[in-house]
């Protein structure tokens, strides 16, 4: 059974730090891409980072320099690093692997981890 759990969320102040993890399980975690998308408030789902199996990273615009992703294949977690936080980066997070089978569309889903930036 696929698994994709994430944590690290909270209410943070601006120019704050978190750290997103997403635990995964029930795939092959070294050979697939792993994203991690946003759901601001009343928006769309915004694609924030996405890391490849060999450890190629791209981002969106508006978290360049600001975020880092990065994996750990011998545990199956991949990271978010997210500093300097801005209250535009509050929004439920997603871990998402688009290459792994599921129900929804475009792959396997966690079920999201709140952050909110605000004083």
């Known amino acids: 059974q696929v698994q994709l759990v994430e944590s690290g969320g909270g209410l943070v102040q601006p120019g704050g730090s978190l750290r997103l993890s997403c635990v995964t399980s029930?795939?092959?975690?070294?050979?697939?891409?792993m994203n991690w998308f946003r759901q601001p408030p009343g928006k769309q789902l915004e694609l924030v980072a996405t890391i490849s199996s060999g450890g190629f990273t791209t981002y969106v615009d508006s978290v360049e320099g600001r975020f880092t992703i990065s994996r750990d294949n011998g545990k199956s977690t991949v990271y978010l690093q997210m500093n300097s936080l801005k209250p535009e980066d509050t929004a439920v997070y997603y871990c998402?692997?688009?290459?792994?089978?599921?129900?929804?569309?475009?792959?396997?889903w966690g079920q999201g981890t709140q952050v909110t930036v605000s004083t």
């Open positions: 029930g795939f092959i975690f070294r050979g697939n891409s």
């Open positions: 998402n692997a688009p290459n792994v089978p599921s129900a929804a569309q475009f792959g396997s």
